[in-house]
């Protein structure tokens, strides 16, 4: 998986990917990142990429010339016949989740836009976008942060990039649940004893309780994902 990130502030882009497990997946080499940074297509002398919005209005827009040529300049980066998807980190966007991770996982490069400010010119973005994302229903002071979220996602279901002891966790959302609470030693903490069940060894109600942890965490926390799993599971509908 090789990442292509345009924006105004690569370091926190980064600073960001190359910690933790997606800094080891860049070391080893089984993802890359190239930071593209759009200051650097500027055509004035100022190194200006914005200017006041057509109509007028608060805010600046990002000028459409500097994306274009940024993303010309990216082009020419890559080997790869076919012409890479292009994401805009937007908050306009569809709202980005585990499935649309997966789908990212299966591309071998992908072109990230970040904007800030009041947003880009719409030209540039209708003639260069494939896919518009958004993290969620706020709104940042840019993209750079959501595309790290975007990112980080995709890069876990990259193959490699997890370890054995980690990727035991790729199973949240999977089956749309949430996970079931865990513990570890000591027993006892604060008063509060880890459950009888996980220190019985019985590896088959070990297996029920925590079954059941994910339907009640999921019912509270996740109404919404408990229905639609009730719907296609109606036999383990939570009787209380
Ligand atoms: N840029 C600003 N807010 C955003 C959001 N919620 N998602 C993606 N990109 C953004």
Redesign the pocket.
């Known amino acids: 998986m090789n990442y292509y990130v345009l924006s105004l502030f690569p370091e926190i882009i980064e600073n960001s990917l190359n910690a933790s497990i997606t800094g080891r997946a860049i070391e080893k080499e089984i993802i890359t990142l190239t930071s593209v940074d759009i200051r650097d297509f500027s055509d004035n002398k100022h190194m200006k990429v914005d200017d006041y919005p057509y109509g007028g209005g608060a805010g600046l827009v990002i000028k459409p010339t500097c994306v274009y040529d940024a993303y010309l300049h990216t082009l020419s980066l890559i080997k790869n016949q076919k012409k890479p998807r292009v994401v805009y980190?937007?908050?306009q966007?569809s709202v980005f989740n585990q499935k649309k991770a997966a789908d990212f996982a299966k591309e071998e490069d992908l072109i990230i836009l970040c904007?800030h400010y009041e947003g880009i010119d719409e030209r540039v973005l209708e003639t260069i976008v494939t896919d518009y994302?958004?993290?969620?229903d706020?709104?940042?002071t840019?993209?750079e942060i959501?595309s790290v979220i975007v990112m980080d996602a995709v890069s876990r279901l990259v193959p490699g990039v997890l370890g054995n002891s980690e990727s035991a966790f790729t199973d949240t959302f999977s089956d749309g649940l949430l996970e079931y609470p865990q513990y570890t030693r000591p027993e006892e903490f604060l008063g509060m004893k880890v459950p009888e069940v996980l220190r019985s060894g019985h590896h088959g109600n070990v297996e029920k309780w925590r079954h059941e942890q994910k339907l009640i965490r999921t019912r509270k926390n996740r109404p919404d994902l408990y229905e639609k799993y009730i719907m296609l599971h109606p036999e383990e509908e939570l009787k209380d």
């Open positions: 980190m937007t908050p966007g904007g994302v958004s993290i969620g706020y709104v940042l840019g993209g959501a």
